[in-house]
């Protein structure tokens, strides 16, 4: 069964006019998900037919990415939906994809031979992709243009990916502290490095998806620094916040300091994945922006404070 409303796809290219030099040379180009399956094949397929000497160079990336390479000048060509509203890109179509509606042979609608309406979808439990997906806002868009809404029951790729990113490991390591809790225990001093690693790599992983993005370059400098401020303010904040409250709860020394550290610290060690879930399709480096001048202004300021304490304890 199909459904009348029809995604447009459309091939996207920078302002600037690319060529190839002669027989030979490379043309890059990146397309959304959802089109890999059916397209990259044929595409190569034909591509290489026509002009044996020339490497194409196909990769996977979302809508927002494949536009900041374009303008970046890392791609020479993109295939995404609809048209771009970024300045710079012009776009041409392609084709229209078709959309189809998936149900069981017990629903009234499998017996249907004609297209179907968003009506005849009106009262039917849909499960759908999640709203940071491209597909699932076209399918709103078209539902909200015949002033409806679709009956959502179940949103995928969200869940399923905070499940697996963050609840599966949780759940393994519980598993593995059985067998190897010991193990680890006597090894602590020099396992505890990994941990840190991992941080490291997940702040470094952040920042490098921000640069692949073009993040660093669209966000002014004077945002970058009204950050900085804004969280430097915050932080500091909320650290006389925390000690006030400890006080007047008559808290030991030792707690007030823990309660300081524990009541500012916000990490990327789960923040990053999560976003990169919940935010799969959108671009996620300007997304977490905030949250990444977080972590650098709250590390810097509580280094400096864990070194006054280490002074004082001397």
Known sequence: MRVPHTPSIRGWRCGSSWRVNGPRGQVRVSAIPTITAYLTGPLVHRFQRSYPGITLSITEATQSQIEAALLSDRIDLGIGFGGSRT???????????????????????????????????????????????????????????????????????????????????????QILRRLIGDWVARHGSALRYVGRESVVLIVYSAFSADERDGVWHSVPSTALLQLVLLFTVLVTAMLWLTRFTADLMRFERADVRAIRFCGTKKALVTGLPMAAVLFAGQPVGQIILPLMVFHQVQLTMCAWLANRYRHRVA
């Not at 042979?105 to 499960?127: G, I």
């Not at 709103?140 to 990113?165: C, K, N, R, W």
Request: glycine letters at 6%; hydrophobic letters at 45%; proline letters at 3%.
């Open 87 to 173: 300045s710079g890109i012009s776009s041409s179509h392609l084709f229209v994809e078709k959309l189809g509606v998936i149900v069981s042979s017990a629903n009234p609608l499998a017996r249907r031979d004609s297209t179907l309406t968003v009506h005849d979808l009106a009262h039917e439990r849909l499960a759908l992709l999640s709203r940071d997906f491209a597909t699932r806002m076209r399918i709103d868009d078209y539902f909200a243009e015949q002033s409806m809404a679709p009956h959502v029951t179940l949103e995928g790729a969200a869940a399923l990916g905070i499940g697996l990113q963050l609840f599966l490991p949780f759940v393994l390591g």
